[in-house]
């Protein structure tokens, strides 16, 4: 029922039928497909994508598989979930996004024996016992601010669905005119979708591998920084888009190290010299 209304709901969107199954078996699934995307090593996953969304379920889940044997038997499927998805070439933590309930509901056991821990350990005053609660809690405090910065950093991760959306305020006067615009791929995958594409009277295209010349046709332009001098005899640049690309830790009143986010011109909007 669920897979019939969103094939209804897409097909309707996109004006073609778009079936759920074969779309993502296609996609995914076909080695000559995800060859032309970005690859990434087989452990990817294990190492870097899991680690940076638990954050501090980790040592809790290790705890939680060492007191409960039950545990295992949510742990062993997720974890060969995500060991097959790993021979893919092509990763992307929405791929695995479905075991991160697993890992939090394996953590929650381990955490809720650090509670009984803790609690007798008030009680009994017990110093190992209140040592490890009061590490845990410190995981948490950390952890919940890790989030909250990434939450701030990921906003500043689409620059070409914010360079498009800037696109369409400055050229509002234009928008019953045949304007032709061109998207590359950068843009398109930080964020430009066929959504925010809002005038009926333009044609937005996204056509790969297109020649200077073939380019140099279009009225704006969503291109990666680097674009800005190549085009700039026919194009002028209009609007710059940052985005985030790391951070360094600086020195705050001459001992405590904190983290600055460092962000550099990722997208620009692109106008024609020839049209007002």
């Known amino acids: 029922m669920w897979c019939s209304f969103t094939t209804l709901s897409k097909s309707s969107n996109w004006g073609v039928v778009l079936c759920n199954n074969n779309i993502y078996s296609d996609f995914i699934c076909s080695s000559l497909c995800v060859s032309t995307h970005q690859t990434s090593p087989f452990l990817w996953y294990f190492y870097s994508a899991l680690p940076r969304t638990l954050l501090c379920a980790i040592p809790l889940s290790v705890m939680g598989l060492v007191i409960d044997k039950k545990m295992w038997t949510l742990f062993m ?40 821990l803790f609690s007798a350990g008030l009680r009994k005053r017990e110093i190992k016992s209140i040592i490890v609660g009061a590490v845990i809690i410190g995981l948490l405090v950390a952890s919940f601010m890790t989030s909250l910065g990434f939450l701030y950093t990921s906003h500043y ?47 937005y295209s996204k056509v790969e591998d297109l020649t200077l010349d073939q380019k140099m046709e279009f009225d704006y332009l969503i291109a990666e920084a680097d674009m800005e001098g190549i085009l700039g005899e026919t194009h002028q640049v209009v609007e710059r888009v940052a985005g985030f690309s790391g951070f360094k830790f600086e020195t705050v ?10 962000f550099t011109p990722r997208v620009v909007v692109l106008k024609s010299r020839f049209i007002l």
């Open 157 to 203: 991760n689409y620059p070409g669905g914010v360079a498009f959306h800037k696109m369409h305020q400055l050229a509002a006067h234009q928008k019953d005119s045949p304007i032709r615009v061109h998207v590359d791929v950068y843009a398109a995958q930080t964020g430009v979708s066929r959504f925010s594409q809002l005038f009926p009277s333009w044609n």
């Open 77 to 116: 499927p997720a974890v060969g979930f995500v060991l097959l998805y790993s021979f893919l070439p092509h990763k992307e933590l929405r791929f695995i996004i479905y075991v991160i309930p697993v890992f939090n509901a394996i953590a929650g056991r381990g955490l809720a024996h650090v509670r009984t």
């Open 253 to 262: 009143w001459t001992f405590l190290p904190l983290p600055r986010l460092l």
